[in-house]
């Protein structure tokens, strides 16, 4: 279940991403990096500032021990980004924003 909810947040975070993405005129590429950045990047930032753990393996940074997560953003980040419209939700916007912030709020581990 911890597994699935971490997905949950990236593609989360992909789509929230996106959807800054929409109205500036980007294309399908940059909307995909906008997407990973937006996914991949808190994780990351949070992993290399912790430092590696000596059980995890060769790198401390999830994405690289686990690539199911970048193709799980991609994918959400191309999904989205195929359907988006040109007229930006404001309130599509902040749900996916709030969605983001509480799941990592939910799986911080003490």
């Not at 990592?104 to 003490?110: D, G, I």
């Given at each position: 279940m911890y597994y699935v909810s971490q997905h949950f947040g990236v593609v989360v975070g992909a789509v929230s991403g996106v959807l800054a993405a929409g109205g500036k005129r980007i294309d399908l590429f940059g909307v995909i990096v906008l997407?990973?950045?937006t996914a991949l990047?808190?994780?990351t930032l949070r992993d290399v500032?912790?430092?590696p753990e000596p059980a995890?393996?060769?790198?401390?940074?999830?994405w690289i021990r686990d690539a199911n997560y970048l193709v799980t953003a991609t994918m959400a980040s191309v999904e989205r980004g195929r359907r988006l419209c040109r007229s930006r939700d404001a309130v599509e916007n902040l749900f996916t924003?709030?969605?983001?912030?509480?799941r990592?709020?939910?799986?911080?581990?003490?």
């Open positions: 997407g990973l950045v990047g808190g994780g500032v912790l430092g995890l393996g060769t790198s401390a940074v999830f924003g709030c969605l983001l912030v509480s990592w709020c939910a799986t911080v581990e003490v």
